[in-house]
Nanobody
Framework: QVRLVESGGGLAQPGGSLRLSCAAS????????MAWYRQAPGKERELVAR???????YYVDSVKGRFTISRDNSKNTVHLQMNSLTPEDTAVYYC????????WGQGTQVTVSS
C-alpha cells in the first residue's frame, strides 16, 4: 500500500519559517499534480498549494508570496517552504495528489505561536 509521509512541522514564532517535506513509497508522484493541504482545528481540510508535473505552482491567496512549493520527481518528494508564518497558518499539513486520490498520511503539525 502506498504511504505518504509528511515531515518538517513544528513550533515556529510569527514571522518564522519551516520547510515541510513529503515522501512516498513508489513512483506515485510522477505525472501527477501534487498538492499540500492543511486542516486547522475545527475547520475543513483546504488546499494550500499545488504543483504540476512540470513544476508550475499555484497558491491560494492566503499564502501567496510566503510559501513555495517544489518537487523532485527523481526522489519522489514534494516540499513546502513556508516563510513569514502567522498564527493563522497553524494546522496539520498533508500532501497528496491534487485529486486527493491517495490514502492520506498522518500529516505534520505546524504551530505558529509566540
Amino acid at each position: 500500500q502506498v504511504r505518504l509521509v509528511e515531515s518538517g512541522g513544528g513550533l515556529a514564532q510569527p514571522g518564522g519559517s519551516l520547510r515541510l517535506s513529503c515522501a512516498a513509497s513508489g513512483r506515485i508522484f510522477s505525472g501527477y499534480d501534487m498538492a499540500w493541504y492543511r486542516q486547522a482545528p475545527g475547520k475543513e481540510r483546504e488546499l494550500v498549494a499545488r504543483i504540476s508535473p512540470g513544476g508550475s505552482p499555484y497558491y491560494v491567496d492566503s499564502v501567496k508570496g510566503r510559501f513555495t512549493i517544489s518537487r523532485d520527481n527523481s526522489k519522489n518528494t514534494v516540499h513546502l517552504q513556508m516563510n513569514s508564518l502567522t498564527p493563522e497558518d497553524t494546522a496539520v499539513y498533508y500532501c497528496n495528489r491534487l485529486s486527493a486520490s491517495l490514502v492520506w498520511g498522518q500529516g505534520t503539525q505546524v504551530t505558529v505561536s509566540s
